[in-house]
């Protein structure tokens, strides 16, 4: 029996740590130890501010907790089902949000820290690998996430044979409630939707007239941007998280129909609906800090001050961080992984996180808890036989995404396969309800919404019957 050594401490790393000692401590495997190798502080990111694990480094929120219609929501009820220690830091220390689960960032990845680093099969080792492990590490999980360093970053290329695939993220500003003027901006969740731990008057809202909205877009297209090396010039970004400079070149009327979209909100001054609308989302849990939603910028610094105080009510705002960019890098997962995430070429090495091709936290945290069962699995010698969740749930869509969602025709080629949210695109096919529970019929955009429903259902129905197999083969 050998160690399990986890290089990286993010979300997948975190994860994937908790899972894999939770299952060794159930198994009774008390002499196997889980290390976690990270890097910060002794080495930094241009990202991460801490040196806490599972830091978010892009937004506070984990978007929609509905588990009932919603494929993120049924992932975040999954993964709680499945004892996720990402789950229960975030259900401990969410803030309003409306229908997302958000949190306060710091106090989040503080929970996490202290519930990893205190389990007792858990070991956390403040060094770089700056290469392939060594050869005597057999049970590996590398979840180095979207910002491996270079030496591990060409390692694994040299491993792989393919050329790397990557895309820029881009981290939107976060200020300082106090420099708000709430003469303009007021409080509102869209169509006053209550979510986990909200009332339905969760963001803070800043309109724009038409005229307002023109000037706006012009200064954001006329502004400076960071200027990318030679050599990232024709990195794709991920289209789930385009910057919104990036949003504006496309039209300008897309950001009206984005981020910056006025449908279900209403300016109390005038009682209308505003021609677009930027909202902000609480940061932590005092409420003194709020992010600008859908506002990620590769603007540099002092055009974002001077841009973004062009906006309604932030005439004055005053930044606890501008935004920023980074370039996220991901494998070939379908053509290199194995179906419990194992390099082929490699076997000792086993993929989670941002790196395998997935995008966002829970997604990222999703294949965390996965690597880590499969790899306490092969720790203590047993089969990943019946290991893998069932095709029908949130996991299951992931893991599937991962491991063979592109392998049809043609998708092994290179750039074909592409980083993916959980969405219920990945999902099996399910037949639409025709009648609803009291027997009337299901007729127009309400069949959309039934079918979300069947799949949810579906989904912990298989999940709760997986759990308990996996709990009496134990």
């Not at 001054?269 to 939603?293: E, F, I, K, S």
Request: proline letters at 5%; aromatic letters at 8%.
């Amino acid at each position: 029996m050998s160690d399990i050594h986890i290089i990286g401490g993010g979300l997948a790393g975190s994860e994937a740590a908790w899972q894999a000692a939770t299952q060794l401590q159930a198994a009774g495997a008390q002499d196997i130890r889980v290390i976690i190798h990270e890097m910060r502080p002794v080495r930094k990111t241009d990202a991460h501010e801490t040196d806490s694990l599972a830091e978010l480094v892009c937004s506070n929120s984990f978007r929609s907790d509905d588990a009932t219609q919603n494929a993120v929501g049924l992932l975040h009820e999954e993964m709680r089902r499945c004892g996720s220690i990402i789950l229960r830091a975030a259900d401990e220390n969410q803030v309003p949000a409306g229908g997302a689960l958000a949190v306060d960032r710091h106090h989040f990845s503080a929970a996490v820290t202290k519930a990893v680093s205190g389990h007792p099969l858990i070991e956390i080792r403040r060094e770089e690998i700056s290469g392939l492990p060594p050869e005597e590490w057999e049970n590996v999980i590398v979840a180095t996430g979207p910002l491996t360093s270079l030496p591990l970053a060409e390692a694994i290329h040299a491993l792989t044979g393919e050329e790397e695939l990557a895309f820029f993220d881009a981290i939107a500003p976060i200020i300082h409630k106090e420099s708000i003027n709430f003469d303009i901006a007021w409080f509102q969740s869209r169509y006053d939707k209550k979510g986990p731990g909200g009332d339905g008057a969760d963001y803070i809202n800043l309109p724009f007239t038409e005229e307002e909205y023109e000037h706006f877009i012009d200064a954001l297209l006329a502004g400076e941007k960071t200027e990318f090396k030679e050599w990232e010039k024709n990195t794709p970004y991920f289209e789930g998280c385009l910057p919104v400079e990036v949003m504006a070149e496309r039209g300008r009327e897309t950001l009206r129909f984005g981020p910056m979209k006025p449908v279900g909100l209403t300016d109390p001054r005038t009682g209308q609906r505003p021609h677009a609308v930027m909202q902000l989302r609480q940061d932590n849990a005092l409420g003194t800090l709020y992010n600008m939603v859908g506002f990620q910028t590769k603007l540099k610094y002092g055009a974002q001050a001077e841009v973004f105080r062009l906006i309604p009510g932030l005439e004055k705002a005053q930044f606890a961080r501008l935004g920023g960019i980074h370039r996220n890098t991901f494998i070939n997962s379908p053509k290199l992984l194995d179906e419990t995430f194992r390099m082929k070429k490699a076997e000792h090495l086993r993929f989670a996180g941002q790196i395998t091709g997935v995008e966002g936290y829970l997604e990222s945290a999703a294949t965390g808890l996965m690597a880590g069962r499969f790899a306490a699995l092969d720790a203590i010698g047993q089969s990943a036989d019946g290991a893998l969740p069932p095709e029908t749930t949130a996991l299951g869509a992931l893991h599937r995404h991962i491991t063979g969602g592109h392998l049809s025709e043609g998708a092994g080629a290179k750039g074909a396969f592409q980083p993916m949210n959980v969405n219920f695109g990945l999902f099996p096919f399910i037949e639409t309800p025709k009648t609803d529970a009291e027997g009337k019929r299901i007729k127009g955009k309400e069949k959309g919404f039934a079918r979300k429903r069947a799949l949810c259902v579906r989904a912990l129905t298989d999940l709760d019957s997986w759990l308990s197999a996996r709990q009496q083969a134990a």
